[in-house]
Each structure stands twice: as C-alpha cells, then as structure tokens.
C-alpha cells in the first residue's frame, strides 16, 4: 500500500497509519452528536468522526490535518476490533467504546457501503485472552449487567447517581447501536420492560431520579423513530408515548413548586 500509495504521489501521506484528535484535543465527537440529535445517517456520523479524528500522526508528523488520507485508509478497512484490558468496566458503561469503535465502524459503512468485520478483544486476563464477535460481546454484556436483577438491584442502592448511570447505560446502548447496529429489537423491549415499565423500578425512578427516567423513555422513542427499534411489541410505544407525557407534566409542576418555592 506504502509502494502504491508513493507511486500515486501522494508524498508523505503515503506513510500515514495513525490518525487521532487534533494536538491538545480529545474525543470522537459522536456523543456530542448522538446527545443533539442532529444527525440523520451514516455519512453524518462519518463527517463528525473525520472532522475530530483525521489528524495523522507518525514519526515525523505530529497531528497533520489529513481527512483525505483518512478517508483513503478507512476504505481499506475490513476489520474494526477493539481491545479491553480490564474488567472495571464494559462496552456499555463508557462512551468512549461507542465513540471510537463505533464511529469508525459508521465511518466505514458510509465511505463503502458495507460494515467492516467486527471484534471485541478481551485481555482483562493475558493468561486467556479472547476474541469476540461484537454482537457476541454486546448480547453477553447486555445479560450479565444491563438487564442482571443483582446489577439493577446494586445500583439502586447509589439513589439518585445509580438512576444517572441506569440511564447513561441506556444511552450507550442507543449510541453503539446508532453507529454499529448492534443491538437486537429484543434487548430494546427488554430494557423498556424491566427499567420502565416495572413497578418497583418505576417507585425508585419517582423517588430518585425521575428526569433520568424520562431520558430512558425518550432514547427509547427515538431508538423507535429512527428505525433502530424496528419491531416493537403491541402496545409498547403507546405506552412509552403516555408514560412520557406523564413525567412531562410532572416535571413541569415539579420545576414550578421549585421556583415558587425560591421565589
């Protein structure tokens, strides 16, 4: 590619392999994105996550500004793995996962019109390292924490902050699946069944944290609107629809008592 690449005079882009954030910067810039939801497909994903990541970096160049280059490279691109090396978190406690692997698997998709392979590598333990396919991680990920009664149960005892994290975690689910599609219509109702529509979880919302609930109800909507929720069952987006309008008028009032209250 290098021979190819000089032969085609491209100069010294023809060495380019490492491409992150602009110098003194951080981030993909899909979170920012996903969290606006002014984004409509994968070409918008993709114009983010070169704008943010297409600064080359190698021996010599230190954060050249080379979104041709970039776009060049992830053309080539047959496989996105992505490698974690502990067991402090997962794919859906962080953005950064969604972010950087996701976004380049969106990136791929739009510059060729095919997802690249994709791979999830866990070296938490170097004795045993594995290899997962990514919708293997995110279907084990989603049954051992995102929808473990003992999880759910734990983070309830954190009050308001664990209805936060209950709902970040939704957010990644969302955002992987925005940018991976990794996430099946049975995890969606899953999560609208067990964080929503469950009355002990709902008590806890109400008590703790109901603007978190309405966050989940409304990323689950949208998961809905933009296609990602392809097939929901009977009756489900009703009544996400009603429950929404309900903590709408809630929070509404509840807002009011405050500033009457400060007033």
């Known amino acids: 590619h290098y021979r190819a690449d000089r032969a085609a005079g491209l ?47 190698t021996r010599t160049a230190y954060g050249d500004e080379a979104p041709a ?14 490698n974690q090396d502990n067991r402090e978190h997962d794919l859906f406690d962080s953005d950064d996962y ?23 590598g866990d070296s938490a333990d170097p004795e045993r390292v594995r290899v997962r396919d990514l919708a293997d991680e995110v279907r084990r990920v989603f049954r ?5 009664p003992r999880w759910l149960q734990s983070i309830r ?24 599609h990794v996430v099946e219509d049975w995890m969606y109702q899953r999560v609208a069944e067990r964080y929503v529509f469950d009355e002990d979880m709902q008590r806890f919302w109400q008590e703790k944290n109901p603007w978190a609930l309405r966050a989940v109800v409304e990323r689950l909507l949208e998961a809905v609107e933009r296609g990602l929720w ?22 509404e009032e509840r807002g009011s008592m405050v500033w009457e209250g400060h007033a």
């Not at 051992?144 to 473990?148: A, F, M």
């Not at 005892?157 to 991976?180: Q, S």
Request: hydrophobic share 40%; charged share 20%.
């Open 11 to 57: 100069g010294a882009a023809a060495l380019y392999r490492i491409f992150g954030s602009k110098p003194g910067t951080y981030g993909a810039g899909i979170l920012p994105l996903l969290e606006a939801r002014n984004w409509r497909d994968d070409q918008d994903l993709a114009r983010v996550y070169q704008a943010w990541g297409g600064y080359a970096y």
């Open 69 to 82: 280059a970039f776009a060049r490279r992830f053309a080539q691109i047959a496989v996105a793995a992505k």
């Open 98 to 120: 969604l972010q950087y692997h996701g976004g380049m698997i969106a990136t791929v998709r739009a510059l060729t019109g095919r997802s690249p392979r994709q791979f999830f």
């Open 144 to 148: 051992t924490r995102v929808v473990n």
């Open 157 to 180: 005892r954190h009050g308001y902050k664990g209805a936060f994290e209950l709902a970040a975690t939704v957010d990644y689910l969302f955002g992987y699946d925005a940018t991976a």
């Open 230 to 251: 392809e097939q929901p069952a009977t009756g489900t987006v009703e009544q996400l629809q009603r429950l929404y309008l309900e903590l709408e008028g809630q929070l």
